[in-house]
């Protein structure tokens, strides 16, 4: 890892305590890494040299207090804003106890990046049922509780990888929904203001001066005019058409089975699904281990793996890092591009 005293304050969540999260953001402390940056855990300091020690690192944690300056350190070292388990963790067991610490390293990040204290935040692998076993009943992940958290109205989740030289985004109009919820909540409004979210992101935090977003219709093959549902007639089309008034490229409602293809994705900067298992299967196929989740809408910069909290390979030393990799890179090229906040 390589720092500097003037490089960027990345905030690390490292997640649910007892899954892969920890020992990903061990092995990141302690992997070469080319872009110079300042990394500060939100997390129990007892459990990462813990965690680290379990699978064979010789990682050397540093507290810090909430107003110390994150200092540049050297590959093996990691600074670590302190916050302390509810109960001790086990790799690979699930304790509820411990999902108000959870909660709390996000909230502790989410100040920071808004106070200006750090310039991102990336999160590893939260267990929503443990959360939800705690009494947290409605939680639905990270993307949702950060959005409350900021107090913002709406919020978009994508997906972003690798695809050749280009990269394939994919954002989505609805996220943890049962489907026979999606077509109710896919209302004008929201997609309306979805589509706005992800136009002014990928300008503000990608640098993507006129975004092209080709865009899902709902039913197979976006509805065949009417035949195989009139969600495209009645709601995607007149918002395209309108947002089209307002000078944004957007294109569609296109057949999500062909849309994917190397034709149609050439030129997008984005794909827009209507609903989770639409986009996210394609994507992940392409790209898994090596692919960020996004935040967009946030006042704030925040990415994430692309992964579960891998509760079997915890405490085993043979998860990949590789998808903490991607998030990172992804939220530093976000930091680079974005305006001087």
């Not at 640098?207 to 092209?212: A, H, K, S």
Request: charged fraction near 20%.
């Amino acid at each position: 890892m390589t720092e500097r005293s003037d490089s960027p304050v990345i905030a690390l969540t490292p997640g649910e305590p007892a899954g892969i999260g920890p020992e990903l953001v061990a092995r990141l402390a302690c992997e070469p890494y080319e872009r110079p940056v300042r990394l500060v855990a939100v997390a129990d300091p007892h459990l990462m040299r813990e965690r680290a020690r379990s699978i064979g690192l010789a990682l050397e944690v540093i507290e810090l207090a909430a107003d110390e300056p994150v200092p540049a350190l050297v590959s093996g070292q990691l600074a670590v804003w302190p916050i302390a388990l509810r109960e001790p963790s086990r790799a690979g067991v699930l304790n509820p106890v411990n999902a108000d610490y959870v909660l709390e390293t996000l909230r502790i990040a989410a100040h920071a990046c808004l106070s200006g204290q750090a310039a991102a935040m990336v999160t590893a692998p939260i267990h929503k049922g443990a959360i939800i076993e705690a009494g947290h009943i409605g939680f639905t992940g990270h993307t949702e509780f950060l959005r409350d958290l900021c107090g913002v109205e709406e919020v978009v989740m994508m997906l972003a990888t690798r695809l050749g030289e280009s990269a394939l985004r994919v954002a989505l109009a609805t996220t943890h929904l049962p489907l026979k919820e999606v077509s109710q909540a896919l209302t004008p409004a929201l997609l309306e203001h979805v589509l706005m979210l992800l136009d002014q992101d990928l300008r503000r935090h990608f640098g993507i001066d006129q975004p092209l977003v080709r865009v899902c219709g709902l039913n197979p093959h976006a509805g065949e005019a009417g035949h195989l549902g009139r969600e495209e007639i009645d709601v995607i089309i007149p918002v395209l058409e309108k947002l089209r008034r307002k000078g944004l490229a957007v294109e569609g409602p296109l057949p999500a089975d062909t849309l994917f293809t190397p034709h149609h994705l050439e030129g997008a900067d984005a794909i827009l699904a209507m609903y989770h298992d639409q986009g996210l299967p394609v994507l992940k196929h392409a790209g898994f281990g090596r692919a960020a989740n996004i935040t967009l809408g946030l006042p704030l910069i925040r990415t994430s793996v692309d992964h579960g909290t891998a509760l079997d390979l915890a405490g085993t030393g043979q998860a990949d890092p590789g998808s903490l990799h991607v998030a990172l890179d992804m939220a530093l090229e976000m930091v680079h591009a974005s305006p001087a906040r």
